[in-house]
């Protein structure tokens, strides 16, 4: 969905879909915007990243992570 050039497209078919997480990859960019749709890249984890998904109660929460 050309991530790299911005996400309107990713969103746009995330609506489309009916979901409320995208979780996506390839640009090795840690990113994670939290909106009517959340948009997660958890990174690269040749640089350490990563990201957490916790699920609790129905509610989910996202932790972007780097190894230390």
Excluded: R, W
């Amino acid at each position: 969905y050309n991530v790299k050039n911005g996400f309107d497209q990713l969103y746009e078919v995330a609506k489309k879909m009916d979901v409320s997480y995208i979780f996506y990859g390839h640009t090795h960019i840690a990113f994670l915007l939290e909106k009517e749709i959340t948009l997660c890249n958890p990174g690269t984890a040749s640089h350490g990243q990563y990201g957490v998904l916790t699920i609790k109660d129905l509610k989910a929460k996202i932790q972007l992570k780097t190894l230390s």
